[in-house]
């Protein structure tokens, strides 16, 4: 016949508890639980949208700074002077 040591028994038993305790977890939370990490996953794609869209406007205004100060001449420093409290207003 089969025969078993004590501790093999209160070791299958205590796996048995453990697994139905975790059945009956996930029954009862299984759903809040992935509700939840859908809205963090949510929250984090919103996040990131937000903050590559606020470097790509830096950028934008950055290049457009640039090609600004890259027009500027000596002899034309009443048209600099134009353009550039045309951008200070904007910016």
């Given at each position: 016949m089969f025969s078993m040591s004590?501790?093999?028994v209160f070791r299958e038993v205590d796996e048995d508890y453990r697994r139905d305790r975790m059945m009956a977890f996930w029954r009862?939370?299984?759903?809040?639980?992935?509700?939840?990490?859908?809205?963090?996953?949510?929250?984090?794609l919103g996040v990131n949208y937000y903050l590559q869209r606020q470097?790509?406007?830096?950028?934008a205004e950055t290049a457009r700074f640039e090609a600004l100060l890259s027009g500027l001449?000596?002899?034309?420093?009443?048209?600099?002077?134009?353009?550039l409290s045309n951008y200070a207003a904007s910016a």
């Open positions: 004590d501790s093999e009862r939370y299984g759903t809040t639980v992935a509700a939840a990490a859908v809205v963090v996953a949510i929250v984090a470097q790509a406007e830096k950028e001449q000596p002899g034309n420093e009443q048209e600099a002077i134009q353009k």
